[in-house]
């Protein structure tokens, strides 16, 4: 069974979902991970195995971390855990990176195209015969 809800977004009173991914991607080791999971499902021992210089448990609670901000889910496999990254668990921190950006990288596209139109035309060279 695949865990589809984060315990943050279950929780009354919980952060917002924003607030929680933002936090959870804060942490390069958690960035790492979402890069390890980003194409393909990954069992948890091979996730610790990539992190040899933390501990399986540590692991383990950066990948709580990521599951509560919704930016990973797992499936039970027998005894192991499944891990993949959400991508859709982004959705909320790229809407406000992109409303943060937007009037700025509009403006700079006008003065680009402002800049662009007042460029003096070179002369054209003709060839003497």
């Known amino acids: 069974m695949v865990s589809r809800l984060s315990r943050a977004r279950q929780a009354p009173g919980a952060t917002s979902p924003l607030d929680a991914a933002l936090r959870a991607l804060a942490d390069p080791t958690r ?8 194409d393909r499902e990954v069992p948890a021992g091979d996730i610790a195995q990539a992190f040899t210089s933390i501990s399986r448990p540590a692991v383990s609670q950066h990948l709580a971390v990521l599951h509560d901000a919704a930016l990973v889910e797992f499936r039970r496999d027998g005894n192991r855990r499944l891990y993949r990254a959400r991508p859709e668990g982004l959705e909320e921190a790229w809407s406000f990176i992109e409303l943060m950006w937007q009037g700025s990288l509009q403006r700079l596209k006008l003065a680009a195209e402002r800049a662009e139109a007042n460029r003096p035309v070179p002369p054209t060279t003709k060839e003497t015969s």
């Open 31 to 38: 960035r790492q991970i979402l890069v390890l999971l980003r």
